[in-house]
């Protein structure tokens, strides 16, 4: 089933090494920046509240730029030096002793970052086939999600908030891990390049920029229904869940824990089940099923918090099956909407489609805990669910009506014939 699910070029398939490695890195660090920042560097909660959200702002804030360079200049030219700024801030993380200071690396850390995802995406779409490349990007969120899990695990193992060295090396190595990445990128010389069309008689076809991705009609539906979908999921996990699992369904920090490993269990079991099943089907249909889940998991969370007051493992159990399903959903959601994003774009254009794709993340992610908070206070969460449940289902009937707007290649169900990547393109 891997060799079926693996990229035809070789150059996709180091790349895709690369993913896992960078990923164990940012495992090491991921679950422990607040603790950091509140318990061992001594900043307030609001303060490093504070951080955290700046880093949002400044990613979300670079991004476009970030499309526009992979556009002008090659991925390959942006995402090595922001690779190299991140694998800096992340060091430098380990050195902040002040909230100025804390500030300033995040704003390295952000502007590395801010175009990373989108310029990777823009070369594996580039090194891959319209009937390979979902299997691909659900490949690569697995790796991604195997390689969060190894570092959560090994670092969970090393932290102790009474030393500080322990963060420390922690940061560096992560910093490191940006760099493996890097260095298969560097040593792929064809790869990354700048994707130019030519119309005939040899001249570039005419680009375009932002205005011209938006007057996609197709897409601008793809971005709405995944600013819903993100808002009311991925965008929720970190403040509403946490917080409806913990003051509402009264489960301990623990059970959290073990609900995020399940998240991650689920989507490294079932990722590659998944892409075979949805392998020739209707991606807007997935995407609808999608928004039905994770519904479905949040009525789950709800179901927690009503029998929490008399059976407490009940409860424990619903917190953990709400983060496995989610994870299943994720597992329908990780291929199909960076395959639809590629389906839709042109090679003028695909770092800013691919930047606008990742845009949405950011943006719900603004949106998203800002909302949780009044919405849990409300009727003791049952508001929170509501909304949420309800957010996801709207977002299923916005991918639906999309299935309308595509031909059956863009939406998935024409059987194309495997095409070699044209050599032209990769080493221009």
Known sequence: MLRRTLPRRPEARRLLIGTLLSAIGRGLTLPFLFIYLTDVRGLTDTRAGLVIGWYGVVTLALSPLGGTLIDRFGARRVVVPCLLIEAVGTGSLALVNSTGSALLVMTVVATGSSAIWSGFNTILASLTDDDE???????????????????????????????????????????????????????????????????????????????????????????????????????????????????????????????????????????????????????????????????????????????????????????????????????????????????????????????MSSMIFGISGVIGPVTAGPLMGAANGVVWVAVVVGGCLVASVIALSLGRLLTAGQDGRATTTPTTSDPALASA
Do not use: K
């Not at 570039?204 to 601008?220: E, K, N, Q, W």
């Not at 995407?287 to 424990?316: D, E, I, P, Q």
């Not at 917190?319 to 395959?339: K, N, Q, R, Y």
């Open 133 to 355: 490349r979902q299997r691909v990007f659900g490949l690569n969120f697995a790796l991604l999600n195997l390689g969060i899990g190894v570092g959560g695990m090994t670092s969970g193992a090393i932290v102790d908030t009474a030393r500080l060295i322990t963060f420390q090396a922690l940061y560096l190595l992560d910093a490191v891990s940006y760099l493996m990445p890097a260095l298969i990128l560097l040593s792929l010389s064809g790869v990354g390049h700048r994707l130019v069309n030519r119309a005939a008689g040899g001249a570039a076809a005419p680009s375009g920029g932002y205005l011209t991705v938006l007057r996609d009609r197709p897409f601008r539906r793809l971005v709405i229904f995944g600013l819903v979908l993100t808002t009311c999921g991925y965008a929720q996990v970190e403040v509403g869940f946490t917080a409806f699992a913990v003051r509402v369904a009264e489960v301990s920090p623990r059970v959290v824990a073990w609900a995020l490993a399940a998240n991650t269990v689920m989507i490294v079991l079932a990722q590659l089940l998944v892409i075979r099943r949805i392998e020739g089907r209707s991606r807007t249909g997935a995407l609808a099923l999608v928004g039905a889940v994770f519904a479905t998991a949040w009525l789950v969370l709800g179901v927690g918090g009503v029998v929490s007051t008399g059976n407490a493992l009940l409860a424990a159990l619903c917190v953990v099956a709400c983060s496995a399903i989610f994870g299943f959903g994720e597992t329908m959601l990780s291929p199909v909407m960076p395959a639809l994003t590629n389906a839709l774009a042109s090679d003028e254009l695909r770092g800013r489609y691919n930047a």
